[in-house]
């Protein structure tokens, strides 16, 4: 059984930075994309970010280029998400989702796994 925990929202003041975490257990971490999504009140679930297997390929929406940085470490089974620069728009639960190819997807019906969020809050 895949689980993924997510961790480090908080309430940030607009301009300043979180970092997000996201622990995978049950299965081959290092096998699979990772990606993180939000969801604001009243809003469907949008994609951020993206990372494949290796780290070595990442997409992002255009929403947060330049701001957001996902990575992870495959040794502790983690996935990551740095915010900078954050906007109150940015205001949202965060997901992490994981599925099962190798390769980042935007699409949050092609991942099969879901934390469970982690809130968000950047005031203004």
């Known amino acids: 059984q895949v689980q993924l925990v997510e961790s480090g929202g908080g309430l940030v003041q607009a301009g300043g930075s979180l970092r997000l975490s996201c622990a995978a257990s049950?299965?081959?971490?290092?096998?699979?994309?990772m990606g993180w999504f939000r969801q604001a009140p009243g809003k469907e679930r949008e994609f951020v970010a993206t990372?494949?297997?290796?780290?070595?390929?990442?997409d992002y929406a255009d929403s947060v280029k330049g701001r957001f940085t996902i990575s992870r470490d495959n040794a502790k089974n983690t996935v990551y998400l740095q915010m900078n620069s954050l906007k109150p728009e940015d205001t949202a639960v965060y997901y992490c989702?994981?599925?099962?190819?190798?390769?980042?997807?935007?699409?949050?019906?092609?991942?099969?796994?879901w934390g469970q969020g982690t809130q968000v809050t950047v005031s203004s």
């Open positions: 049950g299965r081959t971490f290092s096998r699979y994309a």
């Open positions: 990372i494949n297997w290796s780290g070595g390929n990442t």
């Open positions: 989702a994981t599925h099962v190819r190798a390769y980042g997807l935007r699409f949050a019906d092609e991942y099969n796994y």
